[in-house]
């Protein structure tokens, strides 16, 4: 059988795009599990690109191996039957935690970039959220196909702006005070798992749809590979920011002082990233709710912007700094098992 390359770098693009959410377009994500902590920062991103190569692509080949067609059967081999219906009822709640953070994120554009009311930025995103549920999810993959590849490109280009500035190397090497320096340890595993937990939905039926073993495991190294610089990237060009923390948006701020010219675009960008991950995180939880509730769709969304909305009154960097963390620490138990689950890969024919 022919090794198929294409479909190998269609698979790591989608695990790339599965992953990279609102938190890597504006910075925080980053900030809060990584930037922070300096130099042992960037030994936890070299950590985490690890754990993206190799359980990333356990995960899609155990569940082509299994022929897992959603992610509820994925957890059902990993945690059991009973068990996994806790886990699944976890995800409904930890789906509406993060697309709360998504809309605090919307308006945190509009408040700290655009000088506009934080409440315009949630509506607005609402919004156009219920035109997408009304025309379907066709425009959304174009924006998502868009959008990602340009944010790469100004994460790289920023990058290379940062590196060429006079006091860079000291500031890889710096290593600031920290109370919850620990967290430094603890970041790859908790940050692996939180984005393995969620990405899960998409990875495992598009992994049993590919089911070739030699594709699946290609893309997914060069999916954690490509996820690695990204993060690489991103930290290079965080660390050059003074008070970083203090920021909701802290990528924008780097792209104002370094490519003024750029940043209008930037922004638009920031927010069509944040945009496309609202309306992932609705449509899997109305796929979710509906598992319980015999509901309609309106319906359903309806109640989950509700939720979601009353949750994002929060500052977008409060709820990030906590919700984030907490669901990583809650997702190591999938982490774990993951990392523990005996698996002998499929025989190419």
């Known amino acids: 059988m022919k090794r198929d390359w294409t479909q190998a770098f269609q698979i790591a693009a989608v695990y790339v795009g599965t992953v990279v959410g609102a938190g890597f377009a504006t910075g925080k994500e980053i900030v809060e599990f990584f ?31 299994i022929e897992a067609k959603s992610y509820q059967e994925f957890n059902e081999y990993l945690f059991g039957k009973w068990p996994s219906r806790v886990i699944n009822v976890f995800m409904i709640f930890m789906l509406l935690g993060v697309s709360a953070v998504m809309l605090s994120g919307a308006g945190a554009v509009f408040e700290e970039q655009l000088n506009l009311p934080k409440a315009v930025g949630v509506f607005l995103t609402i919004f156009l959220s219920y035109l997408v549920m009304l025309v379907g999810t066709k425009g959304l993959f174009a924006v998502n196909t868009f959008v990602v590849p340009l944010m790469i490109t100004f994460s790289i280009i920023l990058m290379l702006f940062s590196v060429q500035m006079p006091n860079f190397l000291n500031q890889v090497l710096f290593i600031p005070p920290a109370d919850d320096g620990w967290k430094s340890v603890v970041a790859p595993f908790s940050y692996v798992a939180l984005n393995l937990g969620l990405a899960q939905a998409v ?3 598009i992994a049993t749809e590919v089911k070739d073993d030699w594709t699946i495991k290609w893309g997914g190294f060069l999916g954690g590979a490509a996820l690695t610089v990204i993060l690489i990237a991103g930290h290079f060009t965080l660390i050059m920011l003074p008070n970083l923390e203090l920021y909701n948006i802290p990528m924008a701020i780097v792209m104002k002082n370094l490519a003024p010219f750029l940043y209008w675009i930037f922004v638009l960008v920031i927010y069509g990233e944040i945009f496309t991950s609202v309306i992932g995180n609705v449509f899997g939880l109305d796929r979710q709710i509906k598992q319980y509730l015999s509901i309609p769709t309106m319906l359903s969304v309806t109640l989950i912007f509700a939720v979601s909305y009353l949750i994002s009154l929060v500052n ?15 997702c190591m138990i999938f982490f774990i098992l993951l990392w523990m689950k005996p698996f002998t890969p499929r025989v190419r024919k």
Do not use: D, E
């Open 35 to 65: 930037s922070r902590f300096g130099f042992f920062g960037l030994i936890s991103i070299l950590m985490s690109g690890y754990l993206f190569i190799a359980l990333g692509s356990k995960l899609m080949r155990m569940a082509a191996f």
């Open 203 to 205: 990875l495992v039926p």
């Open 316 to 330: 977008y960097g409060t709820l990030l700094s906590y919700l984030y963390p907490l669901f990583g620490y809650i």
